[in-house]
């Protein structure tokens, strides 16, 4: 087998010392490089939501990632491989992940209303997270995989590791997940033991398909394992041996957490990965989050809430979230934040926002998106500058002193 | 009084000779100049529907026209005129215009459901007009003014000659409007002819109340008078007489017309019209009327079509409307039109465009407005060049030919 020249690489230029796994780095890809800890902007459906690429280029946001279950669904990975992967399809030129469908088809199914706490289906629009609660079904899962129905149109699928990686790789993002289960963090022990052991052989079945498929292709694509474990810290400790032996370009650490979990849950995993890999926090990316996981380790987040909050006329500030529908902003000139550089900042005052919301105006989507975007890239990205320059702890205490 | 200085300006670059008063020129604004003909992007509630400032200017837009009714209504006059106008308001730096809220008042009044052809009420949501078609009130109209009702919540408002101008000069664009009255095509002629000396009284009343503003700050606004008279070509023409004898700076051509009108009744006004000053049709802008319009002698136009079918998944294209929702454009990886300049069509296949569509992403209205408003607008600058270089009617008969 030709194996492509291996172009992902993820160099540690920093490693804090003072009880903290905290480091900052470089991952390179075959679309460019990220300087991390990095917030990975979501594009659910192969689009940032009311945003161009352009747009999420000036933010200053670094990679992509979009959901695998979705673009299965539609409109079909078929058309994105011949468009020539989801890069030209999106017209996204940088790095960029996909996840598994792993997590869309259990929040969907199995673990459906139990709990699963981030937002399940990714990022669909209110209608069509109604449509699909009216006809969501269980998903079956087997050793061999799942079925499960489409949020969409009902249709039966199934998903499993090999088909996966097929789907991931005609899409072919720079870095994609292997296929696992995500189970609800109210699951007994014993179930969690079963979705475990399946998530691990799944995981040995997503790299053979993997790696098959990588010897095919020009551009090499990176694949992560996912950690599993629930809230057990003996599971998760033997799920992040159990993928640390196999060969990972890097991991992701997948499930719910609360905030608590965070410090701790997360800290048990990278304890026990090899630390010159990289690790992906699926799905969380509250500021108290990016504290706690680069703390515990972590270099990428991903997570909708900038542009789902957006949408509700929410905002992020260093002082919390604000909903700009308050009446106190429909009089006030000053932008959001006098001290942000985000284009909706530079150019627009609250006034402005906040009758673009009430006149249900998409360009307040536009504009939210982006000043959240940046608001939480560009905090990632000083938290790095701090990682870099020994003041973390410094800067963490400062700023989360003001953000409630 | 002092007037400031008058930066308002037409000035003829050319004159189409035979049986056609088509004409080139410039319009000179304090915030810039419009090469003429030219299309003007309508941007309702103050803003290009789903498309920011700096994409209206990349797509080739000269100016904007906002609706005087809506911005009364909400976020009102006074917070725009405290945020410096509405050039600063919405961050659009160009040349502006405002209508007068005449046609809004009454499309949603006395010509209410009576044949009123262009899109009620600008450019709002189908949810938001049919909340107003529910709350719809006959409009009151007297001598002295209208008295209407608010189609967001009810409310009862006045709206006369002095403060239509005053809402026009609180909101600061470059060109505005006269009130007048806009009368239903299928209102009987001794209505139409009440109704159009009131729209002249109007006109008096308007032009005095203007030049006393006028006087009171630094920058010139230009003001037009909008000739009406329905389907009658003495009350048009004796329209056209009765403005052209005040000192306004323009002419807007109002009321409803059909396709063929457009080269009769718009003849009939412009024929009466000073050559020296410019002419708006107002709320025109389809392809065959650019044509009929400016062979007539109009200079510009202003239509919410490109960006409304935009959000309906329709584009523009040399060929025709065309839904982009058809299945063959799932499969297309040809851009709308592979000889298209836009943004949209130099880095978006049908594909990409007919799957946002679908997924109910709100990119789609964004990237299909981009292309709608760059191909009126580059339309129009076709035919601007085929003035000046004396090939319209070859350029004309070409583009209908392959037109449908």
Redesign the interface.
Known sequence: MNQPSNHFQFSIQKKLSKNSMARAGVISTPHGDMQTPAFITVGT???V?????EQVQQLGAQAVLANTY?LYL??GED?IQ??GGLHT???WPGPMFTDSGGFQVFSLGEAFGKGISKVAGGED?K??VNERISQAKKAKITDEGVTFWSHIDGSKHELNPEKSMQIQHALGADIIFAFDECTSPHAPRAYQEIALNRTHAWAARSLHEHQKLNATQANYQALYGVVQGGQFQDLRELSATTLAEMDFDGFGIGGSFTKDDIATAVGWVTAKLPEAKPRHLLGMGEVIDLFKGIEAGIDTFDCVSPTRIARNGTVYTAKGRVSLTNAKY??S?KPIDSQCSC?TCQ???T??L???I??????S???LSIHNLHFVTDLVDQIRKSLLDDSFFDFKKQYLANYY
């Open positions: 459906a192969a689009t939501k009311a945003v161009t690429p979705h539609r409109p058309i011949k468009a399809f999106m017209h629009s209608s069509s429909a009089t000139l284009y150019n627009f005052s006034a402005y906040n009758h673009l009430k006149a249900g105006e998409m360009l989507a536009t504009l």
